[in-house]
């Protein structure tokens, strides 16, 4: 059995909680990004709260999509909530290409966070922050390209919201940065996708990597357009943008490499789910999926 997993059913057989552990380690949950692939960890986490395994981690961190996956787990809400996913008019709504045309957000993260989570399915945000496993968001600085841990900046349900929307703000695509804490930040995609190394960083001894790529599936380079859009409208992006497949490529080694760190991925037959994909039946195939490689890995 992975350590990890070894780790995880331990405390559940236990019955562990946040605060009150004796074992002196410290369990993160890592959620990788990827905008519409995120509908991959959504079903992760559904099956995570279907297990009754959210108390088992001490922290969890999310980038971008895995960011928004990772509140509705501490939301204890992660079953209703990702019924989202695959809702045609919400995601016709989110993501709308022809708004481009129009000098539009193609992404609209203000109605997915604003809207949807407040009244189509009410995400209960008081719950995130009183909840003993820590929400760690990450983001990108738009003028320096560091991955930054947003959780400092939280202290209200605002706050929290402005989060969600920082963590998911694609450059260009989502519109202009959100501001937190007098800085301007954009998708964390761009300098840490999955958020596994500021996890070991804070001090995570063990790691649960939720994916959003199959295991045969490796890293695209960004494409030609917005590698020549991005860091002219962003120059503080340049660096990070230019060195985004290398970092990619080194994460995918690394993962192979850390005894401490363990992945859940799609299944190998898995459907593509492009970055901006609104087709409600791959996208609900792949919540399902996710779901059951979740449950085929640590249901026992």
């Given at each position: 059995m ?26 993160a949950?890592?959620?990788?990004g ?66 481009l ?6 992404v ?143 994460d ?44 085929a890995?640590?249901?026992?």
């Amino acid at each position: 059995m992975h350590p990890v997993m070894r780790l995880i059913s331990r405390r559940h057989a236990d019955g562990s909680r946040p605060g009150y552990r004796s074992d002196g380690h410290r369990i993160a949950l890592a959620i990788e990004g990827g905008s519409s692939r995120g509908t991959y960890s959504s079903g992760m986490v559904m099956a995570l709260e279907e297990l009754g395994l959210t108390r088992c981690f001490d922290s969890v961190y999310g980038a971008s999509a895995g960011a928004l996956n990772g509140a509705w787990l501490l939301s204890g809400r992660a079953l209703t909530g990702m019924r989202g996913w695959w809702d045609p008019e919400i995601m016709r709504r989110v993501i709308n290409p022809w708004r481009l045309l129009l000098g539009g957000a193609v992404v609209d993260t203000d109605y997915l966070v604003n809207t949807v989570y407040q009244e189509t399915t009410p995400m209960d945000f008081p719950a995130i922050l009183a909840n003993p496993v820590t929400f760690h968001p990450l983001a990108t600085d738009a003028d320096s390209g560091e991955s930054v841990d947003l959780r400092q900046y939280i202290h209200r349900v605002e706050d929290l919201q402005a989060a969600l929307r920082a963590t998911t703000c694609l450059p260009v695509l989502a519109g202009g940065p959100i501001s937190m804490g007098g800085r301007r930040f954009v998708d964390a995609g761009l300098a840490e996708p999955l958020p596994f190394r500021t996890a070991l960083m804070q001090g995570a001894t063990h790691v649960l990597v939720l994916r959003t790529r199959r295991a045969t599936e490796r890293p695209t380079r960004p494409s030609r357009r917005q590698g020549m859009l991005v860091p002219r409208l962003f120059p503080g992006l340049k660096t990070v943008w230019e060195q985004q497949y290398a970092r990619d490529l080194a994460d995918e080694q690394l993962l192979t490499e850390l005894p401490s760190v363990m992945s859940v991925r799609p299944p190998t037959d898995a459907p593509d789910v492009t970055a901006l994909e609104r087709d409600p039946k791959i996208l609900r195939k792949a919540v399902m999926l996710g779901r059951q490689a979740v449950h085929a890995t640590l249901a026992a």
